[in-house]
């Protein structure tokens, strides 16, 4: 294992950490300031549709005020890819401690990604359609 691909194993979550502490430490501020920082979503503006990821940044906003309820309502689809994503990156440093080979070489690592590809469209249709 490359001591760079090490570090940024150990920094990444610890970087997340302090920046989760800190919307912790201060949640309204932390809303506010979220909402400032990041821009409208250029899909929905331009079509009036609901992006994959419309809703995340009022989500955050609501998890943030402790609204876990809102948080979900906002943007289901966010939360489920949170956790795939944590589990993913659990998965990989667990490959590297271990100096196997990647998991993203294997035919099934590409299906799965194919899965959440279609449950990503899925999502889009579920929303816009739907009303979900």
């Known amino acids: 294992m490359r001591v760079q691909q090490l570090v940024w194993l150990v920094l990444a979550p610890v970087l997340g950490g302090v920046a989760l502490g800190g919307m912790l430490w201060a949640p309204e501020t932390s809303a506010v300031w979220l909402g400032k920082l990041l821009p409208p979503c250029m899909f929905h503006q331009l079509t009036g549709l609901n992006c994959p990821g419309c809703g995340g940044t009022r989500a955050t906003q609501a998890l943030l005020r402790g609204d876990w309820h809102a948080a979900w309502h906002f943007n289901m689809f ?3 890819s949170v956790a795939l994503l944590a589990e993913e990156y659990v998965r990989y440093g667990l490959i590297l401690l271990r100096g196997e080979e990647r998991l993203s070489s294997t035919h099934t690592y590409t299906t799965l990604l194919k899965l959440y590809a279609l449950a990503t469209i899925a ?7 739907v009303g979900v």
């Not at 999502?123 to 359609?129: D, E, H, K, S, V």
């Open 78 to 80: 966010l939360w489920v």
């Open 123 to 129: 999502w889009f249709i579920l929303r816009n359609i």
